[in-house]
């Protein structure tokens, strides 16, 4: 790739802000930034900092000067949530991003990493999905107002790199689950959504367990600590256009997952499928190859990640978000 260079490793003292630093994403990515040496990590909560608000974030970024930025905040949900509070997906995620890429321009950030999402990928773009596949169709109407933000996201940081030179860049991860996720009935994901229904009729001897959708659509899931792996990856050692995608290479149908989820808990009781809600795109598994010539792979593989989060669920129970 013409616009590609060798990325030399971070500072791990230079000052380091995590945007969206207590969520699923930024919290892994804050702890292997701490395991990894970084000394200055700099986070603000929500109530701290608001994202949509652009002069508060350029006041922060004016007093706290960060060389390094991983842009994690967003406004995120599942299939229910994303084609239900359209206006607030689209809004919200272009605001958060506006204001802090254009802070970062302002103040001199170095090395930034934007987090998009794999569903910024035609609906039925061939199979696996190459990071060159972006902008050749249609979007999956379930998550278009979402996609449309992070696809403006990724031009941003491409528009900076092209205009003003900024070695920027842009990572796509697949569906992620883990600990801290959000395990709400309505706004969830798929995997923290089996967990907690598992769970509760497992522990409440329900015999019948309803799921959303047909069943048959496939998803590729990656653990968010393989995420935040890749994240320090890529900005240790690249610097290209391209946004690169962040995956396992391998998916399941939603029926597999749900009886792999069925099997960690213990259910034993009956499954059935709901096919009045929507199944989403049939299948958006990535074509990882990109990151595994940059020479990152995951290592937590999906029932050992499935295993720990179904006990991090347990532990944090009455902690868990609603
Ligand atoms: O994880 P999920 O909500 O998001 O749903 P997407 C994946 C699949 O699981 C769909 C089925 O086919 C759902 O119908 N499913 C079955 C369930 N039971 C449930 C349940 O109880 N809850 C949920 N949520 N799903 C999201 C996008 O798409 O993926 C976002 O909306 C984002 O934009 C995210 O990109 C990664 O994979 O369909």
């Not at 701290?48 to 652009?54: F, G, S």
């Not at 997906?89 to 991003?97: P, T």
């Not at 969830?188 to 309803?210: F, I």
């Not at 597999?256 to 598994?285: C, F, H």
């Amino acid at each position: 790739m013409s616009d590609s260079f060798a990325a030399r490793p971070l500072d791990r003292g230079a000052p380091f802000y995590v945007a969206g630093h207590r969520g699923l994403v930024g919290s892994s990515v804050w702890r292997k930034l701490e395991s990894a040496g970084f000394s200055r990590l700099l986070g603000q909560t929500s109530a701290e900092l608001d994202l949509r608000d652009r002069e508060a974030v350029f006041d922060f970024f004016a007093r706290e000067k960060p060389t390094n930025v991983i842009l994690a905040a967003a406004k995120v949900g599942g299939i229910a949530a994303n084609s239900t509070f359209l206006v607030d997906f689209l809004s919200e995620n272009l605001r958060i991003q506006v204001n802090v890429l254009d802070a970062a321009l302002a103040h001199g950030v170095e090395r930034l990493l934007f987090l998009g999402s794999s569903c910024i990928y035609p609906k039925l773009a061939p199979q696996p999905i190459k990071e060159e596949y972006l902008l050749t169709g249609h979007l999956e109407p379930t998550n278009d107002a979402y996609a449309i933000a992070k696809i403006a996201g990724i031009l941003h940081v491409q528009a900076a790199r092209r205009q003003h030179g900024r070695s920027w860049i842009s990572a796509m991860p697949t569906n992620l689950y883990g600990p801290g996720d959000n395990f709400s009935p309505r706004g969830s994901h798929v995997l923290p959504a089996l967990v907690r229904r598992y769970d509760e009729a497992q522990s409440s001897a329900v015999p019948l367990v309803v799921n959303w959708g047909s069943g048959n659509p496939r998803r590729e899931f990656l653990h968010v600590d393989d995420l935040a792996s890749a994240c320090l990856h890529l900005l240790d050692n690249y610097d290209g256009a391209s946004h690169v995608n962040v995956g396992t290479g391998e998916d399941h149908t939603i029926r597999e997952i749900a009886s792999m989820v069925a099997d960690e808990v213990g259910y034993t009781g009956e499954t059935r499928w709901d096919t009045s809600k929507p199944d989403g795109t049939m299948q958006k598994l990535l074509d990882v190859s990109m990151i595994r010539e940059l020479g990152w792979r995951p290592t937590i593989g999906l029932r050992e990640g499935i295993a720990s989060t179904v006990s991090w669920y347990r532990d944090n129970i009455g902690a868990v978000r609603t």
